[in-house]
């Protein structure tokens, strides 16, 4: 099992969701405004008036098998709108109760 911790510009929200129920990946959590700027390039996300959009995040737990399509999907998801902004990070998940 893997945690993949997803930040992306909120506008990609109904995608991912719609990736994931395609993909049947069920356990997440999500946090609705989060705040952040990139650490490659792209604009800062801070809902401001100067830096007016928000992030979200979703924390997903995936069975090994389903991770790399998952971050493919989401990888060319990125891809087509680079600007929005979309970043997946995987752990390793030790224990669940």
Avoid at 27 to 32: E, N, Q
């Amino acid at each position: 099992m893997k945690a993949i911790f997803i930040s992306f510009n909120q506008a990609y929200y109904e995608m991912i969701l719609s990736v994931m129920d395609r993909n049947n990946i069920r356990g997440f959590t999500y946090w609705d405004e989060v705040q952040g700027r990139g650490s490659k390039n792209g604009e800062p996300h801070y809902g401001s008036h100067a830096w007016p959009t928000l992030n979200s995040a979703i924390l997903a737990m995936v069975e090994d098998e389903k991770v790399d399509h998952f971050l493919d999907l989401l990888h060319k998801m990125d891809m087509q709108t680079e600007a929005q902004g979309l970043r997946a990070f995987v752990w390793n998940v030790e224990k669940t109760i």
